[in-house]
């Protein structure tokens, strides 16, 4: 399968833990983006990266969260000191400059209790 | 305000029937725009890109409007698997190239 790939799938953690997220993209697209939903809302752009560089974050990515990609190819997001609104389907796409289309892996769901 | 608005629906038709979706936009520099569609709990998935000349793809039509900022969704003939949400998209060249999402108008199609 040569999609967009994101583990774990799932993932249950006590308020307060940190949690990591992986992500790897498809292997030729230098575009990276990360994105959370919650229940009846469409996706919520939290950052992107352009190879290995984040260009933008969104207001919603807190001082708990940070996200890398140190070599332009697979990326991670980490949530410290999980909170319960925290629970939700992280999603992360990618694409390739001069491609409008972007593909989603099929999400990380974090549940926090 | 929002930079992509959706009627969140649901929307509930018989098969076979011709359902409308709209979305706006508020961003006039906005550059590109699609039509996303999510099942359950699954990761959204292109649907169809929106062109200024409108394009179609089987029963699936999209319109864009660019004076009045709206893109539309026809679809025709509806079948039970048409049933998902489904999500308008659009990219604004001023903040980049993040897409912007709306909240997706739901889709039931009932036998």
């Known amino acids: 399968d040569t999609g967009v790939s994101q583990n774990p799938r799932h993932k249950i953690t006590k308020r307060g833990q940190n949690v990591t997220f992986r992500c790897d993209p498809i292997s030729e697209h230098n575009r990276l983006y990360w994105y959370r939903q919650t229940l009846g809302q469409g996706p919520e752009f939290l950052t992107y990266?352009?190879?290995?560089?984040?260009?933008?974050k969104s207001r919603l990515l807190s001082d708990r969260f940070s996200a890398e990609r140190p070599k332009g190819s697979f990326s991670t997001l980490e949530i410290q000191r999980t909170e319960q609104g925290d629970s939700a389907m992280y999603l992360c796409?990618?694409?390739?400059?001069?491609?409008?289309?972007?593909?989603f892996g099929q999400g990380t769901r974090l549940t926090v209790v | 305000r929002k930079e992509v608005e959706q009627d969140p629906g649901p929307f509930n038709v018989p098969e076979g029937a011709t359902v409308a979706f709209n979305c706006t936009y508020s961003n006039s520099a906005s550059q590109s725009f699609f039509w996303y569609r999510q099942d359950c709990r699954k990761e959204p998935k292109l649907l169809m890109s929106?062109?200024?000349s409108g394009n179609e793809d089987g029963r699936f039509t999209a319109q864009l409007n660019r004076a009045s900022q709206y893109i539309s969704l026809l679809i025709r003939d509806s079948k039970l698997s048409d049933s998902a949400t489904y999500l308008c998209v659009v990219t604004t060249s001023n903040t980049g190239n993040q897409f912007y999402f709306g909240t997706g108008t739901s889709l039931t199609v009932i036998p």
């Open positions: 990266f352009q190879n290995e560089a984040q260009l933008e």
């Open positions: 929106v062109y200024s």
């Open positions: 796409a990618s694409s390739f400059t001069g491609q409008t289309e972007a593909f």
